[in-house]
């Protein structure tokens, strides 16, 4: 059986973005699959008391500055196409009903890339379900469908049912991973992630 690891993610997150870039070399040399799990950052942050680091560092300035320069040095070190999305933060609730949404409906990894690409390469105002439905559009999925399947109860009560098992498991923030019953929580860990991989 193939080794796997699981991967929480929020599309409001920054840092799952540049988790998901990583993703694919990680997967090559280790030969294991990274599995999805669509979680919202806002509810797990009310689930464990915990806050965004724009407000957890507001206070003190020099952390703040600290942490946005070892951002740019990820995103430079390993040559990302990020932007920062003018409208951020945008509330990632329909979108990540929309992932559970695009898992029930086949096309779950074709909408993950195609939110991701629109809200940290392009920049576009994906909280407007307008822009959402014409992203879906221009990637040729069906956004009538997906977003039709993001109302349905089921995917919510699932979204927040992966919520809740995140903070349960310890999570407290995006992106967290989970080598077997191993936690690593923050794009830095993704070298203790491929190593727990490769030990395996």
Not at 16 to 37: D, F, N, W
Not at 58 to 75: C, G, H, I, Q, S
Request: charged content about 20%; proline content about 6%.
């Amino acid at each position: 059986m193939a080794k796997s690891f699981e991967f929480l993610f929020d599309f409001g997150g920054p840092n799952s973005y540049l988790a998901h870039k990583m993703l694919p070399e990680i997967c090559a040399r280790t030969g294991a699959e990274a599995v999805y799990t669509p979680i919202l950052l806002g509810g797990l942050f009310k689930l464990t008391n915990n806050q965004a680091p724009l407000m957890r560092y507001a206070e003190t300035p020099a952390k703040r500055n600290y942490e946005m320069l070892e951002f740019d040095r990820f995103v430079k070190a390993h040559s990302i196409p990020f932007r920062l999305n003018p409208n951020f933060p945008i509330n990632s609730l329909y979108l990540m009903r929309g992932a559970v949404a695009a898992q029930h409906l086949g096309c779950f990894m074709h909408y993950v890339e195609a939110i991701m690409t629109a809200m940290w390469e392009q920049g576009l105002n994906t909280g407007d379900l307008d822009v959402v439905r014409k992203v879906l559009e221009d990637s040729g999925l069906d956004s009538a469908a997906i977003l039709a399947k993001a109302d349905d109860p089921e995917v919510k009560a699932e979204l927040a049912a992966n919520t809740e098992k995140a903070a349960d498991r310890g999570a407290f923030g995006v992106p967290t991973f989970f080598v077997g019953p191993d936690m690593f929580w923050g794009k830095e860990r993704l070298g203790q992630v491929e190593d727990a991989l490769t030990a395996s």
